[in-house]
């Protein structure tokens, strides 16, 4: 499905921010779109819930070739067992009293830098707004905007195991 | 290499840049080292780079990367490296590998403030990418392999054809210069070995006329670098004499040419970074301890009381010479005040050290004053000679580096409040890595600045009574250097302290240890005294520094006992101590009772009393950086005087030695 997608990218002339969503459906239809709908359908997290990658993660999909089929796949793995760490150690540093603000940024500097390195569009928002409050050193604003980001997070996961189906 | 299926030429082979060129895998096979402590990206770098077909290695930890650097010198043509790592920075692996690999270094971030991005300029890289990075990004990063190259080549054709000595050598184009110097680069490096000296000779000359084998700065070849350009003083150092100094068989004048315009930049860039008024703070991190504090105790009333210690003297001249070396004594930041620091930091060592300990240090240009003060005293010949003893304070102070380490843990603590430049002594820690043989280039320069302790020392009678060193500026020097050979338990224990310290409890006490003189000084006994002294003499402007080198001396733990500036750099220390038994009687504090000495050596260092020492003027010299230089010498002066009226149960007249020390 990737390489259909690489495939009918390049043929697109109206883009979504997919850059190829939109026509791509409607071109398939053409083709044998009926075998394929419900699979690009299931496949484009980004179509159903758009916002949530964006172009970095079809620059994944671009690297993808013969050599490495599941690149994306592997490439999302690691991000989730990298963030989960992370996750769990701001959850902890958020309990501790004094919260140690410069230790928070820290952590979230990273997990803003994996989850741009993916694409994962949302849950690098709410890292921007989650570092802000950091640095006001805003304890409420920092404990909600994280609840908020693994809402995000798990949307996204969600979402990209749909993708990998 | 393996991406380049078809191509028979590669970036290690010595096969003509032309081929490579031509056939369309250039630039395949560039050999990439990848450094990022986070995974993912790791992973999506790698993937990228081998889409453009590089060799690519990576790494997530900064240490093993330059360990890989070290080893394969040869092995790659480009790094690129994250900025915000755990165990180092991305800047000083970015400045490491720029001096000891000369290798094109990218730096990236998912942070694209213009701070960090200017930071990454200045320290040299290449290229700054932001996260996350796009293959197309990648794509072009060989175009920074092949421009240093072209500068080196254009560097040595330049160096060539004004350098009669080079004769023949001729400069192939620069078109050439990337591939094929690769190849002999590799070549060229992996024979730069002291015992391979002949080889590497042989590979100069047979690929002179074609190829310019690329040096390798091994981290002991700078070591080598740093000293002749710390002997030849960073104003003199041109690469011709230090190419002399280094004596390394097949180093070109180009090589060093090259290797000193970057050492420059780097230096400048510490300095930059330090933005202390005194700009002292980047030359004060690497000085050893042991010499800052020695130095700037050399205010008149120090040295007097130094004399008594004997070692003193000496030993602050040695020590400031130390410092002066650049070693890891971050505490010397204190002892710096007293040389001239600018004049010291004119080169920003780079090696400078910061002991753990530094936290801010005060950095409070007063304290830098301190030392300014004492210059200006220095008689031309006296700086000379301080000059010369620094110089030979040099080899020393690599041997006294461990010392000088320990007592720079106890120095730094002293100074902390000193210096200000946490980060640069950071930096400087890197860079030093405890390695002896860097002395700060500042070294042979600022003693001539620091005409002052020397000026003192050579003043204080004391030096010569004690264990014996000469305290003579010159001899001092020479002195103090056979001294902490010699004396290395002793010296340990002395240097950490402020210098003054050091050079009394070691020599008087020998077993001075910082702790030990900590807690000494712990009463804090001298510090309001000194403090109060300084107040009077100089109402200039009670500078923290003064009172926090008094402090700092005493221990950081007593600082409490001075208002606000006890923070005394260890310099201060040592002039406490004699402040306070000076000052005994004068500031009505108690701690000015006998166990002032204490303070040097678990108070067998001297006995000297402090109520012996009534002339708050005398104190007032260790405040050096209170006053200005005006003041200081004339500070100094006065208490030379005053040294005379005061009591001789120090033996101080006009430093006179000190017999009734005990020892």
Redesign the interface.
């Known amino acids: 499905m990737l390489k259909s997608s690489k495939y009918f990218r390049s043929s697109l002339g109206e883009r979504n921010f997919w850059g190829f969503t939109k026509c791509f459906i409607e071109e398939k239809r053409e083709d044998e779109a009926a075998d394929w709908w419900p699979s690009w359908t299931s496949l484009r997290p980004l179509d159903v819930s758009p916002g949530y990658v964006d172009e970095?993660f079809v620059?994944?999909e671009?690297?993808q070739?013969d050599a490495?089929p599941n690149?994306v796949e592997?490439?999302v793995s690691?991000?989730y067992?990298?963030s989960a760490r992370l996750i769990h150690a701001i959850d902890q540093s958020l309990e501790n009293h004094p919260i140690d603000f410069a230790k928070l940024d820290?952590y979230m500097?990273?997990f803003?830098?994996?989850s741009?390195?993916?694409?994962a569009k949302k849950v690098k928002t709410e890292c921007t707004q989650f570092m802000e409050y950091c640095r006001a050193q805003n304890v409420e604003g920092c404990k909600r905007t994280f609840q908020q980001l693994k809402g995000e997070y798990t949307t996204l996961q969600r979402k990209l195991e749909i993708y990998f189906q | 290499m393996n991406l380049v299926a078809s191509s028979s030429v590669s970036w290690k082979s010595n096969s003509n840049n032309s081929d490579r060129v031509e056939k369309n895998e250039f630039p395949a096979g560039l050999r990439v080292l990848v450094v990022d402590d986070d995974p993912t990206c790791l992973m999506i770098l790698e993937k990228m780079l081998r889409n453009c077909h590089y060799e690519v290695t990576k790494s997530n930890r900064a240490e093993i990367a330059l360990s890989m650097l070290r080893e394969n010198r040869n092995g790659f043509d480009i790094v690129i490296s994250d900025v915000h790592m755990p165990d180092m920075d991305g800047f000083k692996l970015l400045e490491h590998v720029g001096l000891e690999m000369d290798l094109p270094v990218i730096m990236m971030s998912a942070d694209d403030s213009k701070d960090v991005v200017m930071k990454g300029v200045t320290h040299g890289a290449c290229d700054y990418l932001i996260k996350p990075v796009r293959i197309e990004a990648l794509k072009n990063i060989w175009q920074h392999v092949i421009r240093k190259k072209k500068h080196e080549w254009k560097d040595k054709d330049f160096e060539q054809s004004t350098n009669v000595e080079d004769g023949d050598q001729h400069q192939k184009p620069p078109e050439d210069v990337d591939y094929s110097s690769s190849a002999n680069e590799g070549n060229w490096k992996s024979s730069k070995r002291r015992k391979e000296e002949e080889d590497e000779t042989e590979e100069r000359d047979d690929t002179s006329t074609l190829k310019k084998p690329r040096v390798v700065w091994s981290v002991e070849l700078h070591q080598q670098f740093v000293q002749a350009v710390n002997q030849l003083g960073i104003d003199k150092a041109v690469p011709k004499k230090i190419l002399e100094l280094m004596n390394v068989p097949g180093l070109t004048r180009e090589n060093v040419a090259s290797h000193l315009q970057k050492y420059r930049l780097y230096l400048r860039r510490l300095s930059g970074v330090s933005q202390h008024q005194n700009g002292l703070n980047d030359s004060f991190m690497g000085h050893p301890e042991a010499a800052y504090g020695t130095m700037t105790s050399f205010s008149g009333l120090e040295l007097q009381a130094l004399a008594a210690t004997g070692q003193l003297p000496a030993q602050s001249l040695a020590t400031f010479q130390a410092a002066a070396l650049g070693r890891s004594a971050t505490k010397s930041a204190i002892s710096m005040p007293l040389v001239d620091q600018r004049n010291l930091f004119s080169f920003e060592n780079p090696k400078l050290r910061y002991p753990e300990g530094q936290q801010q240090l005060n950095n409070s240009n007063k304290q830098i004053n301190l030392l300014h003060g004492i210059p200006t005293t220095m008689e031309p010949k006296q700086l000379a000679d301080l000059h010369q003893s620094s110089q030979s304070f040099v080899p020393m102070n690599m041997q006294g580096n461990a010392r000088m380490q320990q007592n720079n843990a106890l120095l730094m603590h002293m100074s902390q409040q000193q210096q200000k430049q946490p980060s640069r002594g950071q930096m400087l820690n890197e860079s030093n890595n405890g390695q002896v043989s860097r002395p700060p280039l500042s070294m042979s320069q600022p003693l001539s600045s620091n005409g002052i302790p020397a000026a003192i020392l050579s003043r204080n009678g004391i030096v010569d009574n004690v264990r014996g060193p000469v305290y003579n500026p010159v001899s001092q020097a020479s002195s103090m250097v056979d001294f902490s050979l010699n004396q290395t338990t002793e010296l340990q224990n002395s240097f950490p302290l402020v210098s003054s310290n050091s050079g009394m409890s070691t020599l008087t006490s020998k077993r001075l240890i910082p702790e030990e003189v900590n807690s000494d000084i712990k009463g804090s006994r001298g510090f309001p005294v000194g403090y109060d002294i300084f107040e009077e003499l100089h109402q200039q402007k009670s500078q923290d520094w003064g009172i926090q080198n008094v402090g700092s001396a005493f221990g950081a733990s007593d600082h409490s006992s001075i208002p606000g500036t006890l923070d005394v750099s260890p310099s201060m220390l040592v002039q406490q101590g004699i402040s306070s038994m000076k000052k005994n009687g004068q500031n009505g504090n108690s701690p000015m009772g006998e166990p002032q000495l204490n303070l040097f050596s678990g108070g067998n260092l001297l006995t000297v009393k402090a109520e012996q020492l009534p002339d708050t003027s005398y104190q007032s010299n260790f405040l050096l950086e209170q006053f200005g230089q005006d003041d200081l010498m004339s500070a100094i002066l006065k208490q030379q005087e005053s040294v005379g009226e005061v009591e001789t149960e120090f033996g101080f007249d006009g430093y006179p030695p000190l017999d009734n020390l005990p020892v």
């Open positions: 970095q620059e994944l671009e690297l070739d490495t690149f592997e490439v690691l991000f067992e990298d820290n500097y990273q803003k830098g994996s741009s390195s993916i694409g």
